[in-house]
């Protein structure tokens, strides 16, 4: 069946540090990829998503691209703030359903 | 802007209770879904609902039932509950027709003593 594999965190990084979250799938043919952030407290919320082969979802200064070749959509964000500390998901789009990773939380300190 | 609601941010109930959870989107979605979330298990589809009076199983559907009488309206029951639903439950709702994007609820945590 469907699955998605995210590294495990804690990922712990000073402000400013380059951030790469790894997430690679498995799945029949090419679903829709999310990823999804959830603060302190807070429900999940979207981040970004990628719906073909090559495509780049980015918001908020987070970037992740489908990789066909290589069943993968890394989350990276170039310079990471306090404010992104978070849980963050990635996820398929499956059939009927989405398919959650186990989630990975980002710790940023000053 | 979506919402999805959740009646309770906390609860705390005691072993063998009746427990509902209510949900409520104010978009029109067709779609509702409730997940459970556990640390190291993700998120995990308990029951989901494509349209009125429909209910489809998700992975974990034990112990658990849902209702669905109004199309903004998604129920979550927990017919006799136990310690090992101890959890935080989310609610998302998502159009059938404009986005595949899933809009969740703040949650709530649900403690069975």
């Known amino acids: 069946g469907d699955s998605v594999t995210q590294m495990e965190g804690p990922v712990t990084l000073s402000e400013e540090a380059f951030l790469t979250i790894n997430c690679t799938y498995t799945?029949?043919?090419?679903?829709?990829l999310f990823w999804y952030v959830q603060y302190p407290g807070e429900g999940l919320q979207l981040l970004l998503k990628a719906t073909k082969a090559d495509d780049k979802g980015s918001n908020k200064g987070f970037e992740a691209t489908y990789r066909k070749e290589t069943t993968s959509f890394h989350l990276e964000k170039g310079s990471v703030q306090v404010s992104d500390s978070a849980v963050y998901f990635c996820?398929?789009?499956?059939?009927?359903?989405?398919?959650f990773g186990t989630g990975t939380r980002l710790l940023v300190s000053p | 802007d979506v919402k999805v609601t959740q009646s309770s941010r906390y609860l705390v109930k005691r072993t063998g209770e009746k427990v509902f959870l209510e949900c409520v989107q104010d978009?029109?979605?067709?779609?509702m879904f409730w997940y459970r979330q556990d640390p190291g298990l993700g998120l995990r589809l308990i029951y989901f609902s494509y349209d009125v009076k429909m209910k489809e199983k998700g992975d974990i559907p034990e112990g658990y039932s849902v209702s669905r009488e109004k199309k903004e309206r998604f129920s979550l029951i927990l017919e006799s509950a136990s310690t090992n639903q101890t959890s935080m439950y989310l609610c998302a709702s998502s159009s059938t027709t404009r986005s595949v994007e899933q809009y969740f609820g703040p949650g709530t945590r649900l403690t069975v003593t």
């Open positions: 799945a029949t043919g090419y679903p829709s």
């Open positions: 978009m029109d979605h067709e779609n």
């Open positions: 996820a398929l789009r499956g059939f009927q359903k989405l398919v």
